[in-house]
């Protein structure tokens, strides 16, 4: 349903998410293993999310806010540089923004459409 690795050389973790994804079941398992990555490293690092590939209603869009709400300690943690969402999805997008509210803790997704855009968002 996703990859997630650590770019070679590079301060940044790239989650690719397939059209397979399913937020109920991928999504908590991804945030545990990004945090064992934030944790394991000397520095701080860049996280792109990469869902061009996966097809959200918005049932999955409650889901996935409802639960990164109750997992914010991704978003605030003190290795986390930046966070990056690469999507087309004008849903993603608006629920992205939904997630500055300080319902969500204020967290902030920077969102592109491609993932080279991410990536130099990254190194910038």
Do not use: C, Y
Not at 85 to 114: N, P, Y
Request: glycine share 6%; net charge negative; aromatic share 4%.
């Amino acid at each position: 349903p996703h990859t997630i690795e650590q770019l070679p050389g590079e301060p940044i973790i790239l989650e690719t998410l397939f059209g397979d994804w399913d937020a109920s079941a991928d999504l908590l398992p991804g945030i545990e293993q990004i945090t064992a990555m934030l944790e394991a490293s000397s520095g701080p690092l860049t996280l792109i999310f990469d869902a061009r590939e996966v097809s959200i209603g918005l049932d999955d869009v409650i889901l996935a806010a409802n639960k990164t709400a109750r997992q914010m300690h991704l978003f605030s943690h003190p290795k986390l540089r930046k966070t990056i969402l690469v999507s087309r999805s004008k849903l993603i997008t608006l629920a992205s923004k939904g997630l500055k509210s300080a319902t969500f803790g204020h967290i902030t997704l920077e969102v592109v459409e491609s993932v080279e855009a991410a990536l130099a968002l990254a190194r910038a």
